[in-house]
């Protein structure tokens, strides 16, 4: 259990500097080119390290199968989204909007019968949510016309990676992390790349500052794609999906973390009453964790 509460930790770790890199390289990129190429990239990455190390691929059909419509789901169509919402809308918006994929997972969990709910777990997302809303100022949500379009295509990116996290245990329970993150990958890559090059707008604009540009690209794919799927996936196979979706909520706590120990944020009063709001919330929700491995 240590190693698998490490690696969901670390992941959202991962993705709370990722809001950082990606507002920026898509300032300078396409947001479906740039979801589109950092699959790809990543797949290319992990299929080779399988030609190194000998390790035969399970080509079977059905893999593949399965494989192009749960890389579809979770990658072409929930990145995608996601991406292209955070392009249009704000930083705060798009962090708290993120923090709704743990209920859309556990809800997708209940209605196919692979979980059950009771009054604890409902306090522990009522607290670990009321703790991101004071975290991530509510207050200063926007709702401005021209915001709303893309908080929409965000809280539409939500629900889609919710019900990925919850299809997606049972493909991990037949294919080892490395090799289902490896399809999976290159199934969202190669669905999105033809759409991205005919949609409308540029696809690249040279950025001002190459070197910063080249950082946040490499940490989207490596730092942001490749490692943290690749980690989740492996948590997937081994713990159930709601649990594994519920370290989402230490996103926001991350965030401004590194907030203050890089830039300098101060930390507030009212941060550290939100990250302990965030932690009672999980505590409450992750009870008797062990138990639900099996479903």
Known sequence: MTKIYSALIFIQFLFGLNFLASKYVIKNLSPAFFVSIRLLISALIMFAIFRVVGRKLQWS???????????SLGFSLGQGLFIGGLKMTTAIN???????IPIFAILCNWIRGKTQLDAIQFVGFFFAFLGVLILRNVEQFGLEWSQFGGDVLILIACLVTGLFISLSREFFLKISPLEGSAFLFLA??????????????????????????????????????LLPYFLNNWALSKMSSDFVALFIFLQPVF???????IIGDQLTLRK??????????????LKNGKERKAN
């Not at 965030?255 to 120990?261: D, E």
């Open 94 to 100: 798009a962090s708290i909007l993120s923090t709704t």
């Open 255 to 261: 965030a401004s973390m590194l907030a203050w120990l």
């Open 188 to 225: 969202g890559g190669l669905v999105l790349l033809p759409i991205s090059l005919f949609a409308p707008g540029s696809l690249f604009a040279c950025p001002t500052d190459i070197g910063w540009f080249g950082a946040s690209f490499a940490f989207a794919v490596i730092g942001a794609t």
């Open 272 to 285: 550290g009453l939100s990250i302990l709001a965030i932690l009672i919330g999980m505590l409450l929700a």
């Open 61 to 71: 059909r059905k893999i593949l199968l399965h494989s192009l419509w749960l890389g």
